[in-house]
């Protein structure tokens, strides 16, 4: 488990869905849409259901605040198997408005590349609106190219080759060019 004082980061469980519905309704409306594309009310049920399933395809971090007896999630960062054959997946992240660059984004992202390295994933990519300037610089300060979105003008794409054949994975990481 990472130490960010005070901050706890580890993966969720399902006893952590009702704090991470709270910490959902508790974001901002821009903050929802910047991660759900959408202004959601509560956590997707898709995502509800990998945390209750513990879905191997999702691995699911929580960044929560301990104060005194108060505890609260300020984080949530995923990603997702989106093909297995590929080994590829798709990143995401949403931190807490009050707690926004602070360095929290940048950790949970990093921790992210590491676990989907470990796990024996090749590419992370992901979907950013094209104005939201924060992740798309978190996203180029952890290595990841920026291109443009092929089939929507609202989102741009973010991808990042985490190992490459037998020959280089053990080299630093190239990026991934997406068309």
Same mark, same amino acid.
């Given at each position: 488990m990472d130490q960010i004082d005070p901050l706890r980061i580890r993966i969720a469980v399902p006893l952590d869905v009702a704090a991470l519905?709270?910490?959902v309704r508790n974001l901002s409306m821009r903050s929802r849409a910047a991660r759900f594309f959408v202004p959601v009310a509560e956590l997707p049920p898709m995502l509800v259901q990998a945390i209750e399933n513990r879905d191997r395809r999702h691995h699911l971090l929580i960044a929560r605040?301990?104060?005194g007896a108060e505890s609260r999630v300020v984080a949530l960062?995923?990603?997702?198997?989106?093909?297995?054959?590929?080994?590829?997946?798709?990143i995401a992240l949403v931190v807490a408005d009050d707690r926004q660059r602070r360095g929290l984004g940048y950790r949970l992202i990093l921790r992210l590349i590491e676990d989907a390295?470990?796990?024996g994933l090749r590419y992370a990519e992901g979907e950013v609106l094209r104005h939201n300037r924060a992740? =798309?610089? #978190?996203?180029?300060? &952890?290595?990841? !190219?920026?291109?443009?979105?092929?089939?929507? $003008?609202?989102?741009?794409?973010?991808? =990042?080759? #985490?190992?490459?054949? &037998?020959?280089? !994975?053990?080299?630093?990481?190239?990026?991934? $060019?997406?068309?």
């Open positions: 519905q709270a910490f605040e301990d104060q960062a995923q990603y997702a198997v989106t093909d297995e054959a590929a080994r590829s997946c798709d390295r470990s796990a992740m =798309l610089a #978190l996203a180029r300060r &952890a290595g990841f !190219e920026v291109r443009r979105h092929p089939g929507d $003008a609202t989102l741009v794409k973010i991808a =990042l080759e #985490l190992q490459g054949d &037998a020959a280089t !994975e053990a080299a630093t990481p190239t990026l991934l $060019a997406v068309a």
